[in-house]
């Protein structure tokens, strides 16, 4: 992260890297559904704590194994892993193809992610392992913020991720637009999937190599 002089304080919705929100390591979820915008991101730290649902599960390593299978098309799950809030979300085909829609592409800053912000196996048009879902650490680029989820709706099908803080806008899969003063795409964690319903956040089958130490920023 980029040393700023206009660096912001430390809020609990704002949180920096290093402050005490991300050295939690507490495994829980919390699914985000259709009409939760803004409020459901700046809520999420809360939530996460009061959450009684437990569907992840200790992996190998520092990985966690986390059922799906309650994830309807559009929604959201949080996790924590390492400390980070994760996004897993199922993707409707009108999610899938707003990806590709070509007035959004060229607003974006990296729309190919030339840059490194994901394993191998997730740099590719969609930015996760199977299309379908999408799995990103809900860090903001600029400065540290908990983007909120906008779901898709009947006047916006693509759903987009926009930063509580100063205003970064992302497209589901987490790609940045220009005019945002986030620098990177959000990060994506090294992913497999065990099965149509299981998935497991912290170990890439498709990119063993990746470390999400050697990434440009989270
Ligand atoms: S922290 Fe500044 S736009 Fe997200």
Not at 136 to 147: E, F, K, Y
Request: hydrophobic share 35%; charged share 20%; glycine share 8%.
């Amino acid at each position: 992260m980029t040393q700023d002089a206009d660096r912001p304080t430390p809020s609990p919705s704002c949180p920096i890297p290093g402050g005490g929100a991300r050295r939690r390591d507490v495994l829980s979820t919390v699914i985000v559904g259709a009409g939760c915008v803004g409020a459901c991101a700046l809520a999420y730290p809360f939530l996460d704590s009061l959450n009684g649902t437990k569907n992840t599960s200790l992996g190998e390593d520092d990985s966690i194994d986390v059922d799906i299978a309650a994830l309807r098309p559009g929604q959201q799950l949080v996790v924590t892993w390492r400390g980070w809030p994760v996004f897993i979300q199922k993707r409707t085909p009108e999610m899938l193809a707003s990806l590709k829609t070509a007035d959004i592409v060229q607003r974006l800053r990296d729309p190919d992610s030339k840059i490194l912000q994901q394993p191998k196996d997730a740099t590719n048009w969609h930015r996760s392992v199977v299309p379908e879902i999408g799995v990103l650490i809900g860090i903001c680029t600029h400065l540290g913020c908990v983007p909120s989820y906008a779901t898709p709706s009947p006047n916006d099908k693509s759903g987009k991720y926009s930063c509580p803080c100063h205003g970064s806008q992302f497209d589901v899969a987490g790609r940045v637009y220009k005019d945002a003063p986030a620098p990177y795409n959000l990060p994506v964690p090294p992913v497999t999937m065990l099965s149509a319903t299981h998935v497991r956040i912290g170990q890439s089958k498709g990119d063993p190599a990746f470390s999400i130490a050697s990434i440009q920023q989270i």
